[in-house]
């Protein structure tokens, strides 16, 4: 009878709602958005870093480390990247002319900009006093600084959105172009504890998303608390700890793995997390730690996890390292404390910056350096779908377009891949079957699908996506404002 009662219940729940394709890609890291899918395989694909970091701390104000707890953006118009991230000045900040920024505080937020994502400029901003000069690029002041550019809010004055610590809480500020910062008028900060702490925003509710460290009997791990206007916070949930698997390597009663953050990432059909697990090898007694050493000591490796609501976390299989720590005594070697909570997309790579350390994240001053190095894959390239000469093939769940043209980023370079859209009762689209698509033979991280009757797909109402490919990989599907042009292949 409980059999028959849980059958009748999950028969009346209504579909899920279809995934809605406008700014983002649809992205296969997990199932969630499939329906159907036959003899296919997924692969992860760690990044590619550079053998030399991108930025460097070579300021006063920036002490001896650069941090990117922080974002990055492109701009849409100039196509200039704009990086966000965190330096831990030698002194305080001199706030003759800024009273804005805390006196004690020696964490800065700092501002670059690049045309290439590999040469930083650091602009002289003139917006805060540092040794009586204001000709540096501080924009602000908080501990682990996460952005966000927030399209939805229709007050253009909280355009740009950011969390960070500072004094015993996270807090919040807001600005409309990203460098003139307004503080949240909360005495006490807008969520407790402290550290770090990385903003994302769910594209289909428009919440925003807290996930920040807390205190825990499993050490540090990631908890979610998520707001509607960026003022009342919900009570927060753990949603991200280390588990069993993870703490297979342990042999001492001291060590165990643990989440020192994650950043998350959003696609159409859910979220990308990039947790930075933290092997504790080996912790200090009080009186062996140095000047500004910490007495947790090991390495720390950035993974992957996926999640179709931004709450319930899935790890990846196997649990590698998605940006590879280089070799010992190179400046990515000894460990990763955690990477930018965006990504920046070319037409045909994804980067993301990560904060690099020499040593683990025990070593001592001046051996330990930390740095902002990047990580590159293909566009869209955290994941495929492969499928072998036998050929493969997936169903996606209910899509709805809101631009007129299909975009497939695929390698098709040893084999073929075709597309067909289907009504969500099953009957074929008109003229969009897969006998009617030009298939791909190439490698192809943008290729616009075109059928023999055109490249329109219905944006009037939610189909399905059908993708019949064999010796190739598929990475991501999009939606495209422009029509596809014919190809030859």
């Not at 009757?453 to 490919?469: L, Q």
Request: a positive charge.
């Amino acid at each position: 009878m409980a059999v028959a009662v849980l059958l009748a219940r999950a028969a009346a729940a209504p579909p899920p709602a279809p995934i809605e394709l406008n700014d983002l890609p649809l992205l296969f890291a997990d199932n969630a958005s499939l329906a159907v899918q036959s003899r296919v395989v997924r692969t992860i694909h760690p990044a590619r870093t550079r053998p030399a970091p991108v930025l460097v701390s070579d300021r006063p104000w920036e002490g001896s480390r650069a941090y990117v707890y922080g974002s990055v953006e492109r701009d849409d118009v100039s196509g200039e990247i704009r990086l966000w991230y965190m330096s831990r000045a030698a002194r305080a900040v001199g706030t003759n002319r800024t009273p804005s920024l805390r006196t004690n505080g020696y964490d800065l937020t700092l501002y670059a900009t690049s045309r290439d994502g590999v040469s930083f400029v650091k602009p002289a901003l003139g917006l805060h006093s540092f040794d009586g000069s204001s000709a540096n690029n501080i924009v602000f002041d908080l501990h682990s600084p996460s952005v966000l550019r927030d399209q939805r809010d229709p007050d253009p004055a909280r355009r740009y959105k950011m969390l960070g610590y500072q004094g015993g809480a996270y807090r919040s500020a807001t600005s409309p172009d990203g460098l003139h910062w307004t503080r949240d008028s909360s005495k006490n900060g807008v969520l407790a504890h402290s550290d770090t702490i990385t903003l994302a925003q769910d594209p289909r509710t428009g919440e925003y998303l807290a996930y920040h460290k807390r205190p825990d009997p499993k050490g540090r791990s990631v908890w979610l608390a998520r707001s509607r206007d960026f003022i009342v916070w919900s009570e927060p949930d753990r949603v991200f700890a280390a588990d069993e698997w993870d703490d297979a390597w342990v042999a001492a009663p001291d060590q165990r793995t643990e989440v020192y953050n994650m950043s998350v990432i959003p696609h159409a059909g859910g979220f990308l997390g990039f947790p930075a697990m933290f092997r504790r090898i080996h912790v200090l007694a009080k009186n062996e730690v140095a000047a500004e050493q910490s007495s947790h000591d090991g390495p720390l490796d950035i993974q992957l996890a996926t999640s179709a609501d931004g709450r319930v976390w899935r790890r990846t299989v196997p649990r590698l390292a998605i940006i590879p720590r280089g070799a010992p005594g190179t400046f990515d070697g000894g460990a990763m404390l955690g990477v930018s909570n965006s990504a920046v997309h070319t037409e045909t790579e994804t980067w993301m910056y990560y904060t690099a350390i020499t040593t683990g994240h025990g070593g001592t001053i001046p051996l330990k350096q930390l740095t902002i190095g990047r990580a590159e894959w293909r566009r869209h390239g955290y994941v495929s779908l492969d499928a072998g000469p036998e050929g493969g093939r997936i169903e996606t769940r209910a899509v709805r377009f809101e631009r007129p043209s299909l975009v497939i980023n695929a390698d098709a370079s040893r084999g073929r891949l075709r597309v067909a859209l289907v009504e969500l009762d099953g009957r074929a689209v008109i003229g969009r079957t897969l006998a009617d698509c030009t298939p791909l033979e190439s490698d192809a991280p943008r290729w616009a699908v075109r059928w023999k009757s055109g490249t329109d797909v219905p944006t009037d109402r939610p189909v399905r996506v059908i993708i019949e490919f064999s010796g190739a990989r598929l990475f991501s599907v999009e939606a495209s404002r422009e029509a596809a042009r014919p190809r030859a292949n």
